[in-house]
């Protein structure tokens, strides 16, 4: 019925996203239209509507009879081999994690890789468990502020030229060493922020909140 529509629907806008993407990119590549248009392919939000509809296709699922239970067994088969897949793209080609690869098939595979995340961990509990592990918890809770200083850190660590004169020539030991640091940055930087930032404007919720009841 309408179920089975809207999520033949989110499939196809997943497919569409895909191949519009990987067309875009490789127009690109072979053309070199303009500095930024490899960018667009990342960045762009039809050409990342396939994340969007997986998320979509979850929810259609979700509310069907059986739940997201039908699709546990997908889920488990598929999350190491699309995990693989990213990390493979990734360090292949040690110009950056938003390379080639990633901006045709790896952002796809990636929506597959967290879509079957949100299933396990909405139906195993030993996922559950792993996902409550500190460090995964820690994520969570800072997930905003990793989310704002992360590009940052990436830029400075994968794009600036005292980080190629000094990594560069070291191939895939090279690339690991940036992720890293890039990684470390971004986890100070972001406890930073919600040590000295966040959590002062958050303190002053209660007063908000009091000034609203007293209306």
């Given amino acids: 019925g309408s179920q089975k529509w809207q999520i033949q629907v989110r499939a196809a806008i997943c497919l569409g996203a895909l191949v519009s993407r990987t067309l875009w990119t490789i127009a690109d590549d072979a053309a070199a239209l303009y500095p930024t248009a490899l960018t667009a392919g990342s960045v762009f939000t039809l050409f990342r509507a396939d994340s969007l509809a997986a998320g979509a296709f979850l929810a259609a699922v979700a509310a069907g009879p059986q739940g997201l239970s039908r ?94 004169r000094t990594f560069g020539h070291l191939g895939l030991f090279g690339a690991l060493a940036m992720l890293a640091m890039a990684s470390a940055s971004t986890i100070v930087l972001t406890w930073l922020s919600w040590r000295f930032i966040e959590q002062p404007f958050l303190a002053l919720k209660p007063r908000f909140a009091a000034r609203a009841q007293s209306r």
């Fill in 71 to 164: 699709l546990k067994p997908w889920a488990a088969m598929l999350m190491l081999p699309s995990l693989a897949v990213v990390g493979w793209i990734v360090l292949h080609d040690n110009t950056g994690p938003n390379n080639f690869g990633m901006k045709t098939i790896g952002f796809s595979v990636l929506a597959v890789f967290f879509a079957c995340v949100l299933v396990l961990a909405l139906t195993s509990a030993r996922v559950q468990g792993l996902l409550s592990a500190r460090p995964l918890r820690f994520i969570g809770r800072h997930s905003f502020g990793l989310y704002v200083w992360h590009f940052g850190c990436y830029l400075v660590f994968f794009h600036s030229d005292w980080a190629a």
